[in-house]
Nanobody
Framework: QVQLVESGGGLVQAGGSLRLSCAASGRTFSSYAMGWFRQAPGKEREFVGGISRSGGSTYHADSVKGRFTISRDNAKNTVYLQMNSLKPEDTAVYYC??????????????WGQGTQVTVSS
């Protein structure tokens, strides 16, 4: 079992940056692929991207490619989402998740509670 706690959300102007963090409990963090998802009001949950267990491989959705970067620090049991050049359409609740395969959104089994990101125009 893994408990996940996100932080770093907030209100930012368009063009600005935020870095989300997700701290995991337990000693098995490096055994899991990690991912970030988001859900805007009235929309389906979207897979933002994932990172492999070692951190050597990443996937980013086309909607965020070139603006967002996923990274992880296994020594700190933490995964990050660096978000640059934010747009109003990035406004959503962002969730981190732990799973089996970093590129497969249906393989994520543990979820954090989410953190709100609001981008003003």
């Amino acid at each position: 079992q893994v408990q996940l706690v996100e932080s770093g959300g907030g209100l930012v102007q368009a063009g600005g940056s935020l870095r989300l963090s997700c701290a995991a409990s337990g000693r098995t963090f490096s055994s899991y692929a990690m991912g970030w998802f988001r859900q805007a009001p009235g929309k389906e949950r979207e897979f933002v991207g994932g990172i492999s267990r070692s951190g050597g491989s990443t996937y980013h959705a086309d909607s965020v490619k070139g603006r967002f970067t996923i990274s992880r620090d296994n020594a700190k049991n933490t995964v990050y989402l660096q978000m640059n050049s934010l747009k109003p359409e990035d406004t959503a609740v962002y969730y981190c998740a732990a799973g089996l395969t970093y590129v497969r959104p249906d393989s994520y089994v543990y979820w954090g509670q989410g953190t709100q990101v609001t981008v003003s125009s």
